[in-house]
């Protein structure tokens, strides 16, 4: 395994990425990089937001250097070979947009920058011949209205916020404001999940996203306390998901999505996959409503394929209920048929946690 100039990862280099490079933006107005579907082909929600362009004449390839959960496995990879572990990152999301603006509504989407604010702009934009292969001109349409970064601070200031980012309690959104609560440890219990204070048994019986787990107990588990609220200006919520990397004990590394949480007492299908939430949009005036998902999830999830002698890490995904994507607004304004658009009409916004690392 080599470095970008093509020298091999070695120990000191390990070191030094992991003390610059704490968290990574993994969602942001030119899409979202967590997975995907070619490389996490047991994901059904790895296709999300994905940008299908470069800034080269090229046809874009998935490369697994390109994306979030690869190089999160490939971190327990360099880590057993030279002790540290370079890919040890938290996850964030930004704007990267260039408006001065700090939204990411899908309802409220200005673009990445003032050439195309307005939707009789993006609309221009979109009519634009430019073929597959074509250097990126970032029509909005293509573009996703994202990201935010959340921040567990003690307080909002600036000495604060940087050491949430320093020890990684940090979590990446797609816009919607939800709340999202992650902790690891080996001694929750179910009732801990119907806690008014969460934070309180979090913190005092394990350790919060970003962090640390070893030394497992005899027949015991890493076993997530978790819990999500939705925004409170927007869509209920699907599902919670955990999803696990790790290295087993011939060198490979390996990947599984578990359903932990979910709401509207839906069944699992003979394929083992969950049941859908169901679909309330209308994209004829580009609305929703709340009358599937919840408003809160909370669970306490213990890992049923723990192996005490593998390292792994864990995080968590959360995903809303579907809304309409940003240019079906435009459509509904400009008296278009949202299939003009040829883009999806509906997303299901989500947060992810930052992980939590196991090592034996």
């Known amino acids: 395994m080599v470095d970008s ?3 091999p990862i070695t120990a000191e280099y390990a070191r030094t990425r992991l003390r610059w490079e704490p968290v990574v933006e993994m969602t942001q107005v030119k899409g979202t990089s967590e997975a995907h579907p070619v490389l996490s082909p047991n994901d059904e929600f790895a296709e999300f937001e994905i940008f299908r362009r470069l800034f080269i004449a090229q046809e874009p390839v998935p490369y697994a250097g390109d994306f979030a959960r690869p190089a999160l496995l490939r971190g327990l990879e360099i880590e057993a070979r030279t002790g540290t572990n370079p890919y040890r990152f938290g996850l964030i999301g930004s704007t990267d947009s260039h408006t001065g603006l700090s939204g990411a509504e899908e309802e409220n989407f200005l673009g990445a920058s003032a050439r195309d604010a307005l939707p009789e702009q993006r609309r221009e934009a979109a009519a634009q011949p430019r073929p597959a292969n074509a250097a990126a001109t970032m029509a909005a349409w293509e573009l996703s209205a994202s990201g935010l970064a959340g921040v567990w601070a003690g307080e909002n200031s600036r000495a604060a916020i940087a050491a949430a980012f320093q020890r990684k309690e940090v979590y990446a959104t797609s816009g919607p404001r939800i709340m999202l609560r992650m902790f690891g440890g080996f001694d929750f219990q179910q009732r801990h999940a119907r806690s008014n204070d969460i934070a309180a048994i979090g913190y005092g019986r394990g350790v919060p996203m970003g962090g640390d787990l070893s ?7 890493v076993t997530l306390l978790i819990q999500a609220a939705k925004d409170p200006a927007g869509a209920n919520l699907d599902r919670i998901q955990v999803i696990k990397g790790w290295l ?3 060198g490979k590394t390996h990947e599984k999505i578990y359903n932990v949480a979910w ?6 299908q003979p394929d083992g996959s969950l049941a859908t939430v169901g679909d309330t949009v209308d994209v004829t005036t580009a609305s929703y409503t709340n009358t599937i998902g919840a408003a809160q999830l909370a669970v306490v999830w213990r890992d049923p394929d723990f192996d005490p002698a593998l390292r792994a890490f864990y995080y968590v995904r959360v995903l809303e209920i579907p809304t309409p994507r940003h240019q079906v607004y ?9 299939a003009q658009t040829k883009q999806p009409t509906r997303i299901q916004e989500r947060v992810w946690s930052s992980p939590i690392w196991y090592t034996p």
């Open 5 to 7: 100039a093509g020298r």
């Open 215 to 221: 030394n497992a107990p005899h027949n015991g588990a």
């Open 248 to 250: 087993d004990s011939e």
């Open 263 to 268: 709401s509207d007492d839906r069944k699992f």
């Open 330 to 338: 435009d459509a509904v304004a400009l008296g278009m048929d949202p």
